[in-house]
């Protein structure tokens, strides 16, 4: 049996929490070290919300979740680690004695470290084992946003930041490995640019958070989260691409528009002025209400993207395919109705009682009838040939009511076939309980010509011999509203 891995989160605030709640909900498990006392609390406040959104972004059931546990001690969170997560607060010397109590105990186990803007040589400094110790640095909310920074110094263990990049993988982020240390790394050198311009506007009188947020939000925002910046530009400069663009708009950036370089004073006038007016524009919601509205929106955003197999939803794909892996392979035992399917209930999946939505038991009787072409070799490359199974004809029993987070399994017998025809019967179960069954007749189809025609013989030598073996099974209650023979 696979032992699960374990990972140590030093420091439990908001990024901590997220690192431990990613890392809890891919199967992990995890001790969490932070000396607040409020710290099991807050914990328990982010893993609540990502509980509420992680899964929605994904297609195939997720591992189950790992064991929590605030430990008393570092030590004591380092007891049987594979990789450390630092996320204390952003203090050199805090770091550095966090990371010298730790490799006191593990010194060979990897470190990342949260940190925006120190450097991995700044945080090597005096290390023992300077060579484990790496910058991972995610973004807010840690268990949504796919992106960490990583970024290793000149005296870092190559084979160590190739492992926590796979590591990285594992939990469905995006590790972007940050070939040249600088300050802030790249991510927060924008951030901090657009930021201090912002600080501008506002001083001066020009726009309000709101308005700004708005500009934003409404505008180059959405661009940026499936484009990013440079390809983004190349789009605008029409069919000519980034050549133009450059020579277009190159000759602006001499022009005294931004005062990027150049920081206003940061008085107590500025942020009382900063911080009123972000008060009026979002005041009226708590923090963590803000947390759900923003969390619900990121889905919705990374679903679009998934769909289009597209920027972070590309991560997304390849994390599916990951937990797909990790799932047992369906056993041919010829002489019972093959479970072909594990689902789990996600939140889009639920509908305004509560219960998941008629669709979606449609859904997972697809998934589940999918592998069962894919045993018999009717597969997409099988399509993409120019022949496959059409459904003909659908009955769905309601038995029961599958609500969110239920697993179910996807178990199908095949009642009949012959060289055309296919007549399955699809049962979706909770434990021993039956949620639902779907019966269906397929045909097998010449897609150019458009109508049926008999199946590969490979694929027939796969099908026929396991319709005779099921032909011995017992004929369940609900089936027969199609004839009994095909």
Same mark, same amino acid.
């Given at each position: ?200 506007? *506002? ?67 500025? *942020? ?215």
């Amino acid at each position: 049996m696979t032992k699960t891995p374990k990972a140590a989160i030093i420091g439990g605030g908001v990024i901590g929490g997220g690192w431990a709640a990613r890392f809890l909900l891919n199967g992990w498990d995890v001790a969490v070290f932070d000396p607040d006392p409020e710290a099991g609390r807050k914990i328990a406040e982010v893993l609540a919300n990502a509980r509420a959104s992680l899964p929605a972004l994904a297609d195939v059931p997720m591992p189950p979740e790992g064991a929590l546990t605030m430990a008393a001690s570092i030590t004591e969170a380092l007891d049987g680690a594979s990789y450390v997560q630092e996320s204390v607060s952003e203090r050199l010397d805090l770091k550095h004695r966090v990371f010298a109590q730790i490799q006191q105990v593990a010194p060979g186990v990897p470190i990342g470290s949260s940190t925006s803007g120190f450097k991995p040589s700044e945080l090597q400094q005096g290390a023992a084992n300077p060579a484990t110790i790496f910058v991972a640095h995610p973004f807010n909310p840690v268990y949504l946003l796919p992106l960490a920074e990583v970024v290793p110094s000149a005296a870092s263990d190559p084979a160590v930041i190739e492992t926590a990049k796979e590591t990285l993988r594992g939990i469905g982020m995006f590790p972007l490995h940050v070939r040249k240390e600088i300050d802030a790394h790249i991510a927060d050198r924008f951030l901090e640019a657009v930021w201090r311009e912002a600080l501008w506007l *506002v001083k001066d009188g020009v726009a309000t958070t709101e308005e700004i947020d708005e500009a934003i939000r409404m505008g180059f925002g959405l661009r940026w989260g499936q484009m990013g910046l440079f390809e983004t530009y190349r789009v605008a400069g029409g069919e000519a691409g980034m050549k133009h663009f450059m020579a277009q708009f190159g000759p602006c950036l001499q022009w005294p528009w931004t005062k990027l370089t150049d920081v206003p004073e940061f008085t107590d006038e500025l *942020v009382d002025l900063i911080a009123g007016q972000s008060d009026a524009q979002s005041g009226a919601y708590t923090i963590r209400e803000l947390e759900r509205i923003r969390d619900a929106n990121l889905v919705g955003f990374l679903r679009v993207l998934k769909d289009r197999n597209w920027g972070a939803g590309r991560v997304l794909k390849e994390q599916d395919k990951r937990l797909a892996a990790l799932m047992p392979a369906p056993v041919p035992e010829t002489a019972a109705p093959l479970v072909m399917a594990r689902l789990q209930v996600l939140p889009g999946w639920i509908d305004y009682n509560g219960h998941m939505t008629e669709s979606r038991y449609l859904f997972c009787a697809s998934e589940t009838t999918d592998n069962l072409l894919r045993l018999i070799g009717a597969d997409m490359d099988y399509v993409a040939g120019g022949h496959s199974y059409y459904t003909a004809e659908t009955h769905i029993l309601h038995r029961g009511e599958a609500r969110l987070g239920d697993r179910l399994t996807g178990s199908v017998q095949v009642l009949g076939a012959d060289e055309k025809r296919l007549h399955i019967f699809v049962t979706l179960a909770r434990g021993e309980e039956v949620v639902a069954t779907i019966e269906q007749m397929c045909l097998h189809v010449d897609m150019k010509a458009g109508k049926t025609c008999p199946g590969a013989p490979e694929v027939l030598a796969r099908l026929l011999p396991l319709a005779a073996a099921h032909a011995a099974l017992p004929r369940p209650d609900a089936a027969g509203r199609v004839g009994r023979k095909v």
